[in-house]
């Protein structure tokens, strides 16, 4: 009898942890179309790209999915950690977008240049109002380039300035107590050879 009521209580608890489990919210989750998370970039999302503009590149696509509820935009931030590694990621802007709608769910390959986005977002990265690529250099280890992606309960006021690491820094600061959900992709690239 004892044997029986183990099993039940087994099976049970087993119910419950499933039911658990099926009304957790599901983990909201960064794609980077191209590349697998923790593996080379490549070369065309990159400064080292055929026809690439000096500190430039064609960004590559970006998507997510399981949006927090109450989601009202998102920012993502790309940044070189190994460019000032005693830095993290206050670092070289690479690119900062602000004010995504939403209701996006990704951000196409191949953004244009610009203040504002067809989206309406706005942009940013040290060379300017612009995707900047992965660019370390051929004859150094592979950099670590760190794509986030912050789902916000509110949009941000905050206006591109001719300093990137100040825009970047407002854009962090509005964002405080917004946050709903972050997610990373990291890609690795240096320059061939």
């Known amino acids: 009898m ?3 009521k183990k099993v039940f209580a087994v099976l049970a608890m087993s119910a419950m942890g499933s039911a658990a489990l099926a009304q957790a919210p599901a983990n909201f989750i960064l794609e980077v179309v191209g590349f697998e998370d923790g593996a080379d970039i490549p070369v065309r999302f990159t400064q080292a790209a055929e026809g690439a503009a000096p500190g430039g590149g064609t960004s590559p696509e970006l998507s997510w999915v399981n949006v927090p ?6 920012v993502v931030n790309m940044v070189d950690l190994d460019f000032a590694p005693n830095r993290g990621t206050k670092t ?5 977008v602000w004010n995504i709608p939403g209701d ?16 309406g977002a706005s942009q940013i990265s040290a060379t300017g109002r612009v995707y ?8 150094r280890p592979r950099h670590h380039y760190l794509f986030e992606v912050y789902a916000l309960a509110t949009t941000i006021n905050v206006t591109a300035t001719d300093d990137p690491i100040a825009t970047r820094d407002a854009v962090m600061a509005a964002m405080e107590g917004h946050v709903l959900a972050k997610s990373v992709y990291m890609g690795r690239f240096h320059r061939p050879q």
Do not use: C, Y
């Open 2 to 4: 004892n044997v029986i």
């Open 69 to 74: 509820e109450g989601t009202q935009s998102f």
């Open 92 to 96: 070289q802007v690479h690119w900062v």
């Open 104 to 119: 996006a769910t990704g951000l196409a390959e191949g953004q244009p240049a610009g203040d504002q986005l067809p989206n």
């Open 132 to 139: 900047r690529g992965p660019g370390a250099p051929a004859t």
